[in-house]
C-alpha cells in the first residue's frame, strides 16, 4: 500500500475551478493506478476519474469536458483539474491508488485511501 494524502478542497461558486492534488508516499508510485472518487451525503462513492501507470485515462461521463486528472511521476502527484463547477460536485473527494486495477470504476479494487477533501460549490 501507499499512504496517500489530498489537498485543494474548498468552498467555491458554481462556475469557478479547482485544482485537487493527491501525494503519495511508501509505494513506486509509476507502476500504480491512481483514482479520484467522490462521494456526496447520502450518497454512494462513485468514480470520477482514473489514470493508470501507463497513461491511459478515464473520466465519469458526468465529469467529462470539465474535469482533467493527470499525473507527475517525478514528484508522485496526482492531480484533478475541475472546471466550470456546478452545485452537484459537492462532496467529499478521495484520492485511490492500486497495483492492479481491471475495472477502474469499481473502488473496491483499489486498497490505499485518502482521507478525502471537501469541495463545496455554491449555487
Known amino acids: 500500500q501507499v499512504q496517500l494524502v489530498e489537498s485543494g478542497g474548498g468552498l467555491v461558486q458554481a462556475g469557478d475551478s479547482l485544482r485537487l492534488s493527491c501525494a503519495a508516499s511508501?509505494?513506486?508510485?509509476?507502476?500504480?493506478?491512481m483514482a479520484w472518487f467522490r462521494q456526496a451525503p447520502g450518497k454512494e462513492r462513485e468514480f470520477v476519474a482514473a489514470?493508470?501507470?501507463?497513461?491511459?485515462?478515464q473520466h465519469a461521463d458526468s465529469v467529462k469536458g470539465r474535469f482533467t486528472i493527470s499525473r507527475d511521476n517525478a514528484k508522485n502527484t496526482v492531480d484533478l483539474q475541475m472546471n466550470s463547477l456546478k452545485s452537484e460536485d459537492t462532496a467529499v473527494y478521495y484520492c485511490a491508488a492500486d497495483r492492479t486495477v481491471v475495472f477502474v470504476e469499481n473502488f473496491g479494487e483499489y486498497d490505499s485511501w485518502g482521507q478525502g477533501t471537501q469541495v463545496t460549490v455554491s449555487s
Open positions: 489514470i493508470r501507470w501507463y497513461g491511459n485515462i
Open positions: 511508501g509505494g513506486t508510485f509509476s507502476r500504480y493506478t
